[in-house]
Every structure is written in structure tokens, then in C-alpha cells.
T-cell receptor
Framework: AQTVTQSQPEMSVQEAETVTLSCTYD???????LFWYKQPPSRQMILVIR??????QNATENRFSVNFQKAAKSFSLKISDSQLGDAAMYFC????????????FGKGTHLIIQP | DAMVIQNPRYQVTQFGKPVTLSCSQT?????MYWYQQKSSQAPKLLFH???????NEADTPDNFQSRRPNTSFCFLDIRSPGLGDAAMYLC???????????????FGAGTRLSVL
């Protein structure tokens, strides 16, 4: 079974600064996807960024980028120029490549943005 | 223009009293998922419907059932809620075609269930 570990229950960053959220995972599969989801208070979970395991290039979406280290099974999220609206729970998630499998989530990191 | 809608947002039930949570979607996705998210824990997949095919996770308690009467709607039934079933319940949808699934899951805002 796959596992996802987020070792930082809470992180705090000053507005406009850069913060990195950590995630490690364990799997024996070669075909899989990794995701970062954001869950603002009382609102739905939305996708921040996605990485396909077969792609060596790290995914980027505007101010969000990942550092995907496949051999180390590490998938960290970097948020540049942090904004107040970035405050949320961030979940790292894993999904097998084929079929309709659901997501395996980490416990989440609560990100606080200091004005 | 919400795409995955969960009703109600908050549900209070009594210990042992059956309760049903609802999820609807306007995305015409063929897969619908139910996750349970307890406080300070990771969301955990309970089961999913791939079209009309029901797929239960091995460790999902028998107390939890699901129905999908059509593409748009999916229900989570808890037959005899216990105190340990108090949680946020998340519905998600995805479009899957063939063996390769590159598509993401879209989530509803969740239903927070309290058991008294």
C-alpha cells in the first residue's frame, strides 16, 4: 500500500516571502501521479499542482512549483511571493497511474501567512 | 457555478439514527468518490463509483453504504452512526477513460457530520 507523509503540521511565512512544504511518499509502483491540493477554511479542496511520475521536469504553475525527486520519493511544494490568500491546509496526495483509483493523502500542512 | 455540490454543509444526527449525505455534479464525470476526513487527519477514501460499478475500499466499515442512481448524483448512507463517525465527508469526481487516468479530482465543499 502507498503512504504519503507530510512532516510539517504547520508552517508560517511572511507575506511576499518563499516557503517550501515537504512531502515524502512510499510506493512500489512505477506509474503514478502526485498532487498538491489546497483546502481553505470551510471551502472545497482545489488542485494546486500535479506531477506525473514519468516526467523528469518539475511542474510549475505561476507562483507554485515542485521539487520532484523520484529516487528519494520526495515531492515538495514551493510557494513564491506568498500572498494572504495562500493561507490554507495543503495536502500532498498520491494516485496510481491507471484506472479510477482514489487519492492517498498526507495529513496536511497548515500554512499561515504573516502580513 | 459550483461543479460538485454537497448537501447539507452541516448535518447533525443522533447516535444510531441513519443519515444520508448527498453529492451532485454538473461535470458529467463518470467517477464519483467519497472520502472521510476526521479532525487533523488525512482524508481517507471510503469507496467510489466507476460509472455504475461500485468499488469499496477493503477497510471501509459495513456501516457505510453508497448509492448512485444516475450520473449526476451519489449518496452516502450511514446506517447506524457512532460517535467515531463524526467527520467531514468529501465528495469528489473525475473523468476516467480507458486504462490511463491523467485527470484530476474535483471536490465538493464537504458535509460536516456531528453525532450526538
Amino acid at each position: 500500500a502507498q503512504t504519503v507523509t507530510q512532516s510539517q503540521p504547520e508552517m508560517s511565512v511572511q507575506e511576499a516571502e518563499t516557503v517550501t512544504l515537504s512531502c515524502t511518499y512510499d510506493t512500489s509502483e512505477s506509474d503514478y501521479y502526485l498532487f498538491w491540493y489546497k483546502q481553505p477554511p470551510s471551502r472545497q479542496m482545489i488542485l494546486v499542482i500535479r506531477q506525473e511520475a514519468y516526467k523528469q521536469q518539475n511542474a510549475t504553475e505561476n507562483r507554485f512549483s515542485v521539487n520532484f525527486q523520484k529516487a528519494a520519493k520526495s515531492f515538495s511544494l514551493k510557494i513564491s511571493d506568498s500572498q494572504l490568500g495562500d493561507a490554507a491546509m495543503y495536502f500532498c496526495a498520491y494516485r496510481s497511474g491507471g484506472g479510477a483509483d482514489g487519492l492517498t493523502f498526507g495529513k496536511g500542512t497548515h500554512l499561515i501567512i504573516q502580513p | 457555478d459550483a461543479m460538485v455540490i454537497q448537501n447539507p454543509r452541516y448535518q447533525v444526527t443522533q447516535f444510531g439514527k441513519p443519515v444520508t449525505l448527498s453529492c451532485s455534479q454538473t461535470l458529467n464525470h463518470n467517477v464519483m468518490y467519497w472520502y472521510q476526513q476526521k479532525s487533523s487527519q488525512a482524508p481517507k477514501l471510503l469507496f467510489h463509483y466507476y460509472d455504475k460499478d461500485f468499488n469499496n475500499e477493503a477497510d471501509t466499515p459495513d456501516n457505510f453504504q453508497s448509492r448512485r442512481p444516475n450520473t449526476s448524483f451519489c449518496f452516502l448512507d450511514i446506517r447506524s452512526p457512532g460517535l467515531g463517525d463524526a467527520a467531514m465527508y468529501l465528495c469528489a469526481t473525475s473523468r476516467v477513460a480507458g486504462r490511463t487516468n491523467k485527470n484530476i479530482q474535483y471536490f465538493g465543499a464537504g458535509t460536516r457530520l456531528s453525532v450526538l
